[in-house]
């Protein structure tokens, strides 16, 4: 059974950091795109950055500058670092793994981890 484990959130003052990591189990890691999104009370589900099999990186608007996705192969870990932090950071912080044609379409995700940023 695939399973995605994210940790590192939790409550943090504005312009502080976080370091949330993902681990998955029971995939051929190095074959999936990795990506973190989040979600916000009352909001649809938003990328937040997503990394491929070839360390290709991308970030939404509001991430850029910001924060940084990382994978390391060997542990099956995709980490975001997240500095700067802002008020309208806070949300729950979930991992996804994709993996497209031409290898059979997988798409997986975790239970998330809360982020919260407030003074």
């Known amino acids: 059974q695939v399973q995605l484990v994210e940790s590192g959130g939790g409550l943090v003052q504005p312009g502080g950091s976080l370091r949330l990591s993902c681990v998955a189990s029971?995939?051929?890691?190095?074959?999936?795109?990795m990506g973190w999104y989040r979600q916000a009370p009352g909001m649809l589900r938003e990328l937040v950055a997503t990394?491929?099999?070839?360390?290709?990186?991308n970030y939404a608007d509001s991430a850029k500058g910001r924060f940084t996705i990382s994978r390391d192969n060997a542990k099956n870990t995709v980490y975001l670092q997240m500095d700067s932090l802002k008020p309208e950071d806070t949300a729950l912080y979930f991992c996804?793994?994709?993996?497209?044609?031409?290898?059979?379409?997988?798409?997986?995700w975790g239970q998330g981890t809360q982020v919260t940023v407030s003074s």
């Open positions: 990394i491929t099999k070839i360390d290709s990186t």
């Open positions: 029971t995939i051929t890691f190095n074959t999936y795109t």
């Open positions: 996804n793994a994709y993996r497209g044609p031409p290898y059979s379409v997988r798409d997986y």
